[in-house]
Each structure stands twice: as C-alpha cells, then as structure tokens.
C-alpha cells in the first residue's frame, strides 16, 4: 500500500498546476483583449475636451442677456391688438391658425375663413345662452296636509280627486 500511495502522490501533482502558473497564465490571456478594445487614454483626452467645451458653451449662455425669450414689445402689442375683443376659444383658434398658415395673428384675424368661423361661433354661444336651462327647482304648488292630518271628510274628497273611488258614505250623526 505504501507503494501506491507513492504512485499516486507524484501523478496528482504532476497532473495538477501550482496556483502561481495558473494565475500567470490568465492575466497573460485576458490582458492584451482588454487594453486592444478600449483605449481608456483616448476616451479620457474626448471626455475632457467634451467638458471644456460645455464650459465655455454654459458660460457664454450666462454671460449673455435674454429679453423675453426674443418676443419684442412690438410684438406683444400687436398680439393684444389682434385679438381685442375675443374670448378664449377665439383666442385659442386665432393662434392655431396663424401657427398653421405662417402668418401673424393681425392677418389671420382678416382672413375670410376665420371670420366665418368666429360669426357661426359667435351665433352658437349666443343661441347657448337663450336657451332655457334646466331647472331643479320644483313648481310652488299648494302642500297638502298629510293623509294623517286630514279629517274624514278631507280624506274623502283627496280619494274622490284622484279616482280611487266615486264617493264615501257620509257618517251619520
């Protein structure tokens, strides 16, 4: 047995690697695949410029004023002459149509198709506003007594009302 026991110990550190070779072996395997497909000094270098360039870009947009988004006083004025006189709605489809026909809101106001538009709108509301609404309040008709309350003869005259029956006997004295 002892015998065997010495064949077997040289085979299995022949047949196994020490842990030092092994660890060479894959550094030296995964390394040159790694530093190939990325070029982190070139990635580094773009990155760098890349914020320089938004430096400059964030304090040039600082340094420069804005005057209302670059709508003009004229321009505001012109707006509020355009549409004098209009409701929101009107408002609301002046502008639309001056967006979709690329004109200013004065000339979309003088076209002919918003003209026509704003006078069936215009009789709409107007016919909205003369037609009677529905109203939740009832008629002020007279509250009768409760069937309780009532006296014979007042019953007899409620029941004879709605048809339930032609008539009662009078009580007798």
Known sequence: MENQTL?????????????????????EKET??????VDYEAKFKASQTEALRLKTENDRLKAKPTTNSGVGLDEILEAQQATKGLDS??????????KANDISLS?????????????????????DKNTLKPSSKQGTGEVEKP??????DEKNDYFAKRGFVTEFPKPRN
């Open 107 to 127: 000339e979309a106001r003088k076209d002919s198709n918003f003209q026509l538009w704003s006078e069936a709108y215009k009789e709409k509301v107007e016919k």
């Open 32 to 37: 040159p695949k790694t530093f190939e497909t």
């Open 147 to 152: 069937l309780k309350d009532m006296t014979l």
């Open 89 to 98: 709605s009107e408002i609301a489809e002046l502008r639309l149509r001056a």
């Open 7 to 27: 064949e077997e110990n040289p085979e299995e550190t022949s047949q196994e690697e020490t842990p030092e070779e092994t660890s060479e072996e894959t550094v």
